[in-house]
């Protein structure tokens, strides 16, 4: 199959360490060649975590700037920092609320705004995909579901090639049963959001 | 039960590097594992930790990395077969006894995993520890990928008992932490309980001992290199005019980088696994048989200079080069892009791959350091040794979360450069200035490596204030115990040692245990220390947040807010604590409730008094 190469980025506490997993679990469990990296260390204390999904026939664990088919951000200053990752035809799939750090905060420097973040984006890759995912993840009752918010989004793009159902799987299999029906609908929620844009793309 | 005790057999699971290292070691029989954590090793011994509750494999979290190499080194000579683990600054730690376990050698298999760290993602220095296998005379093998980090590893037992010497595994932060593909092998039953046979003309290194080993080790090291001219974890693929020989991750991202150029049948790699001694014959074979030949190795040129003297000495007449080649550097780790240009250039052959955006539209971002967790208690004892001793005092700092006290607001760390280097380098500060001097220590990295210093802190006299920051667990490398650490809630039992005795009983006169969320008592033992004519200690007991939450130990506290009818916008919470919790919004400071743990910190230097619990 034709080599798909995804970065995640997040701050510590967002979850992207385990939707890069989870992506990672079920391409494997289709039979998909897969690696996945991460950056450990420093995750629980608010700095940038950053994950890389490599799927097909591929050895490297990393992706080299400019060399994301998909960029997944989970705070969009955070999308916009790691845009050297992008090229010209990148899709990117980006969260919009916003988490300013604590920099800002004590004065060391301005946080833009999401309009403006979204417009540095957009302009230059090949595809935008914006959704508040904060706020589904607290509409269906789950705060913490924003990670799977933005797996159902990366799905429902049509980017990767792993199907729904081998993704609901391995998040039913590793989820606590409290929190598995509203992860679930977290993930139907993106990929609904993510699949209304598919044809406006 | 542990997943990695699945004993499925051809099984194939998504493993990270570090957890297919443990399987490995369980598909040995490996019944003793010792370590120090340390980042990118640490999630090795935390499933040996798990798994030694279920099973009847010996762990142990051992006090630094030179005392959990002479702990395997008893049940390795022993005949037991045995794993230990760390980061290769740790193997610094353990260089003493490295050394000269090479000497005695091993009757069970002893496999010591090395942990490298290009790009110091996690370290104070990016040292290449392939030196390590050289200075020490040891094998060392180098996997590429999550199934070669299994295979190896339970490979590396058997080798190491033929040869009777430990062996080492090199990985790098990359290897460690990708997640990929395993493929199950058979799990091995344990040999957990042996008799030591005596035998002081090979175990007791005296002079005349030594002598007669270190021939001993030389011949050792001819088997060895005879072992990895034969292994298949050395080999030549491909067939071509041109060479390029890789190891480690380079090896991935050389493979894909030459089929990305099309260069297939135009190049042979030379995969180097087994990577000391090298091959010596499958080396000269393949400089014989290429017209020019590119290195790929992160960090040093070890590779590269050890064929380019076997060329030299066999009058083989083949360009050979590595660094210097395009942004083939000795720094930092590689990336694919970097190889595939490295070879396109090496070997002349256009590429055009595609363009990273431009991104000179991009407002400066401001940063994302991390921060000290909110109502993480360091930031408590900062905050009052800084209110008594100021900006000028020297604050020699150690290894820990406590590092990030480096960074403004806090701005409280002058020098770090090893474990336990706060303490001793302490000593020299207070000697050799007319300032004040204050080391940061935390709970773990003292008893690492701080009673010394402590020790000859007091011996000599000197003058000068530690702070132990006792968190009561390992917590930058993920909540390890220690031994000043109670282990009943983390389901093990081990003997604690109170810091306060052990302090005192080094001959410290002025202790001071503080409770670091208490401010006011806090900054009232700091003032003590700074009027007392010599060595004192300040013991700050404050659980890590996290550990607490993760092991039940939490109080049950309210978060705070801010009463905004009498918060007068002076901001001295926020700017002098820098607490994640904390965030401006509408020109207001605001507390996130789901974030605040109720440390009370802000609340106590608030001068309006606007800090209050939240109520329902």
Same mark, same amino acid.
């Given at each position: 199959?034709?080599?798909?190469?995804? *970065?995640?980025?997040?701050?510590?506490?967002?979850?992207?360490?385990?939707?890069?997993?989870?992506?990672?679990?079920?391409?494997?469990?289709?039979?998909?060649?897969?690696?996945?990296?991460?950056?450990?260390?420093?995750?629980?204390?608010?700095?940038?975590?950053?994950?890389?999904?490599?799927?097909?026939? *591929?050895?490297?664990?990393? *992706?080299?700037?400019?060399?994301?088919?998909?960029? *997944?951000?989970?705070?969009?200053?955070?999308?916009?920092?790691?845009?050297?990752?992008?090229?010209?035809?990148?899709?990117?799939?980006?969260?919009?609320?916003?988490?300013?750090?604590?920099?800002?905060?004590?004065?060391?420097?301005?946080?833009?705004?999401?309009?403006?973040?979204?417009?540095?984006?957009?302009?230059?890759?090949?595809?935008?995909?914006?959704?508040?995912?904060?706020?589904?993840?607290?509409?269906?009752?789950?705060?913490?579901?924003?990670?799977?918010?933005?797996?159902?989004?990366?799905?429902?793009?049509?980017?990767?090639?792993?199907?729904?159902?081998?993704?609901?799987?391995?998040?039913?299999?590793?989820?606590?049963?409290?929190?598995?029906?509203?992860?679930?609908?977290?993930?139907?929620?993106?990929?609904?959001?993510?699949?209304?844009?598919?044809?406006?793309? | 039960?542990?997943?990695?005790?699945?004993?499925?057999?051809?099984?194939?699971?998504?493993?990270?590097?570090?957890?297919?290292?443990?399987?490995?070691?369980?598909?040995?029989?490996?019944?003793?594992?010792?370590?120090?954590?340390?980042?990118?090793?640490?999630?090795?011994?935390?499933?040996?930790?798990?798994? =030694? #509750?279920?099973?009847?494999?010996?762990?142990?979290?051992?006090?630094?990395?030179?005392?959990?190499?002479?702990?395997?080194?008893?049940?390795?000579?022993?005949?037991?077969?045995?794993?230990?683990?760390?980061?290769? %600054?740790?193997?610094?730690?353990?260089?003493?006894?490295?050394?000269? $376990?090479?000497?005695?050698?091993?009757?069970?298999?002893?496999?010591?995993?090395?942990?490298?760290?290009?790009?110091?993602?996690?370290?104070?220095?990016?040292?290449?520890?392939?030196?390590?296998?050289?200075? =020490?005379?040891?094998?060392?093998?180098?996997?590429?990928?999550?199934?070669?980090?299994?295979?190896?590893?339970?490979?590396?037992?058997?080798?190491?008992?033929?040869?009777?010497?430990?062996?080492?595994?090199?990985?790098?932060?990359? $290897?460690?932490?990708?997640?990929?593909?395993?493929?199950?092998?058979?799990?091995?039953?344990?040999?957990?309980?042996?008799?030591?046979?005596?035998?002081?003309?090979?175990?007791?290194?005296?002079?005349?001992?030594?002598?007669?080993?270190?021939?001993?080790?030389?011949?050792?090291?001819?088997?060895?290199?005879?072992?990895?001219?034969?292994?298949?974890?050395?080999?030549?693929?491909?067939?071509?005019?041109?060479?390029? %020989?890789?190891?480690?991750?380079?090896?991935?991202?050389?493979?894909?980088?030459?089929?990305?150029?099309?260069?297939?049948?135009?190049?042979?790699?030379?995969?180097?696994?087994?990577?000391?001694?090298?091959?010596?014959?499958?080396?000269?074979?393949?400089?014989?048989?290429?017209?020019?030949?590119?290195?790929?190795?992160?960090?040093?040129?070890?590779?590269?200079?050890?064929?380019?003297?076997?060329? #030299?000495?066999?009058?083989?007449?083949?360009?050979? !080069?590595?660094?210097?080649?395009?942004?083939?550097?000795?720094?930092?780790?590689?990336?694919?892009?970097?190889?595939?240009?490295?070879?396109?250039?090496?070997?002349?052959?256009?590429? !055009?791959?595609?363009?990273?955006?431009?991104?000179?539209?991009?407002?400066?971002?401001?940063?994302?350091?991390?921060?000290?967790?909110?109502?993480?208690?360091?930031?408590?004892?900062?905050?009052?040794?800084?209110?008594?001793?100021?900006?000028?005092?020297?604050?020699?700092?150690?290894?820990?979360?406590?590092?990030?006290?480096?960074?403004?607001?806090?701005?409280?760390?002058?020098?770090?450069?090893?474990?336990?280097?706060?303490?001793?380098?302490?000593?020299?500060?207070?000697?050799?200035?007319? !300032?004040?001097?204050?080391?940061?220590?935390?709970?773990?990295?003292?008893?690492?490596?701080?009673?010394?210093?402590?020790?000859?802190?007091?011996?000599?006299?000197?003058?000068?204030?530690?702070?132990?920051?006792?968190?009561?667990?390992?917590?930058?490398?993920?909540?390890?115990?220690?031994?000043?650490?109670?282990?009943?809630?983390?389901?093990?039992?081990?003997?604690?040692?109170?810091?306060?005795?052990?302090?005192?009983?080094?001959?410290?006169?002025?202790?001071?245990?503080?409770?670091?969320?208490?401010?006011?008592?806090?900054?009232?033992?700091?003032?003590?220390?700074?009027?007392?004519?010599?060595? =004192?200690?300040?013991?700050?007991?404050?659980?890590?947040?996290?550990?607490?939450?993760?092991?039940? #130990?939490?109080?049950?506290?309210?978060?705070?807010?801010?009463?905004?009818?009498?918060?007068?916008?002076?901001?001295?919470?926020? #700017?002098?604590?820098?607490?994640?919790?904390?965030?401006?919004?509408?020109?207001?400071?605001?507390?996130?409730?789901?974030?605040?743990?109720?440390?009370?910190?802000?609340?106590?230097?608030?001068?309006?008094?606007?800090?209050?619990?939240?109520?329902?």
């Amino acid at each position: 199959m034709e080599t798909k190469r995804l *970065v995640f980025i997040g701050v510590g506490g967002q979850g992207n360490l385990l939707a890069s997993r989870l992506l990672g679990e079920a391409a494997l469990s289709m039979g998909i060649h897969t690696v996945v990296s991460e950056i450990h260390g420093m995750a629980q204390r608010g700095g940038i975590v950053e994950s890389a999904v490599l799927l097909g026939d *591929v050895s490297s664990p990393i *992706v080299s700037g400019g060399e994301a088919d998909v960029l *997944v951000g989970f705070e969009p200053v955070e999308t916009m920092r790691a845009l050297g990752k992008c090229n010209k035809d990148t899709l990117v799939i980006t969260n919009t609320h916003p988490l300013p750090p604590f920099t800002v905060a004590i004065g060391q420097g301005d946080y833009p705004t999401v309009e403006e973040s979204l417009e540095a984006i957009s302009s230059r890759v090949g595809r935008l995909i914006a959704l508040d995912g904060n706020r589904i993840a607290r509409e269906v009752g789950n705060p913490l579901a924003l990670n799977m918010v933005m797996l159902g989004a990366l799905l429902g793009s049509g980017a990767v090639p792993v199907e729904p159902d081998a993704m609901k799987k391995v998040i039913s299999s590793s989820t606590k049963k409290a929190f598995l029906e509203s992860n679930l609908k977290a993930f139907d929620r993106g990929m609904e959001e993510a699949t209304g844009t598919r044809a406006a793309g | 039960m542990h997943k990695l005790l699945t004993d499925s057999p051809g099984k194939e699971m998504l493993l990270l590097g570090n957890e297919a290292i443990a399987r490995g070691a369980l598909e040995a029989g490996v019944a003793f594992a010792t370590c120090y954590p340390g980042t990118p090793s640490s999630e090795i011994p935390e499933q040996f930790f798990r798994i =030694s #509750q279920e099973t009847d494999l010996y762990f142990e979290y051992s006090t630094n990395e030179k005392v959990a190499l002479e702990v395997a080194a008893g049940a390795a000579v022993s005949g037991l077969r045995t794993i230990v683990t760390m980061k290769h %600054v740790g193997l610094n730690v353990a260089a003493d006894p490295l050394m000269t $376990l090479a000497y005695t050698g091993v009757k069970g298999g002893l496999v010591i995993i090395n942990a490298d760290d290009p790009s110091l993602f996690s370290s104070q220095n990016e040292q290449d520890n392939r030196y390590y296998a050289r200075l =020490s005379g040891l094998p060392m093998l180098e996997p590429t990928n999550t199934q070669e980090m299994k295979d190896m590893t339970a490979r590396a037992f058997v080798l190491s008992e033929s040869l009777e010497l430990p062996v080492i595994i090199r990985t790098t932060t990359r $290897l460690a932490h990708i997640r990929g593909a395993v493929t199950l092998g058979d799990l091995a039953p344990r040999k957990t309980r042996t008799h030591f046979q005596k035998n002081p003309f090979h175990f007791v290194c005296v002079p005349a001992v030594s002598r007669n080993l270190h021939k001993v080790l030389l011949e050792r090291g001819a088997k060895a290199a005879k072992a990895s001219e034969d292994s298949d974890y050395n080999r030549v693929e491909g067939e071509g005019p041109w060479g390029i %020989v890789a190891n480690g991750v380079s090896y991935d991202y050389v493979k894909d980088a030459v089929a990305d150029l099309g260069l297939s049948d135009r190049v042979r790699i030379l995969k180097l696994g087994f990577s000391h001694p090298l091959p010596r014959e499958l080396c000269l074979g393949f400089l014989k048989e290429v017209e020019k030949v590119l290195v790929v190795e992160e960090l040093e040129p070890v590779n590269e200079t050890e064929l380019r003297a076997m060329a #030299q000495e066999a009058r083989i007449d083949v360009p050979i !080069q590595g660094k210097g080649v395009a942004g083939l550097s000795r720094l930092y780790e590689y990336d694919p892009a970097l190889v595939r240009k490295a070879i396109s250039s090496y070997f002349d052959v256009p590429y !055009q791959g595609p363009e990273p955006v431009d991104t000179s539209h991009v407002p400066e971002l401001p940063g994302r350091p991390p921060n000290l967790c909110a109502g993480c208690p360091h930031r408590a004892t900062y905050y009052a040794v800084k209110e008594v001793y100021g900006q000028e005092t020297i604050y020699p700092t150690d290894i820990g979360c406590y590092t990030l006290g480096l960074l403004p607001p806090i701005s409280m760390a002058d020098f770090v450069i090893c474990m336990g280097s706060s303490v001793s380098s302490g000593c020299g500060f207070s000697r050799a200035t007319d !300032q004040k001097v204050v080391s940061f220590i935390g709970d773990s990295t003292f008893f690492h490596s701080g009673i010394t210093g402590l020790v000859n802190a007091v011996h000599n006299n000197h003058k000068f204030t530690l702070v132990i920051l006792d968190n009561g667990t390992t917590a930058m490398t993920g909540h390890q115990p220690h031994p000043g650490v109670d282990t009943a809630p983390m389901g093990v039992d081990r003997t604690r040692i109170s810091l306060e005795n052990l302090v005192r009983g080094l001959g410290v006169k002025d202790v001071h245990v503080v409770k670091p969320f208490k401010l006011k008592k806090t900054i009232e033992a700091v003032r003590a220390t700074q009027e007392y004519d010599g060595i =004192s200690v300040i013991i700050s007991q404050e659980f890590c947040p996290l550990f607490a939450k993760a092991t039940g #130990q939490a109080r049950k506290t309210k978060p705070f807010r801010i009463n905004e009818a009498k918060c007068k916008d002076h901001r001295v919470c926020i #700017q002098k604590l820098a607490c994640p919790a904390m965030f401006v919004e509408g020109e207001r400071v605001k507390i996130d409730r789901n974030l605040c743990i109720g440390c009370s910190v802000c609340a106590q230097i608030c001068p309006e008094n606007a800090i209050v619990p939240v109520k329902d």
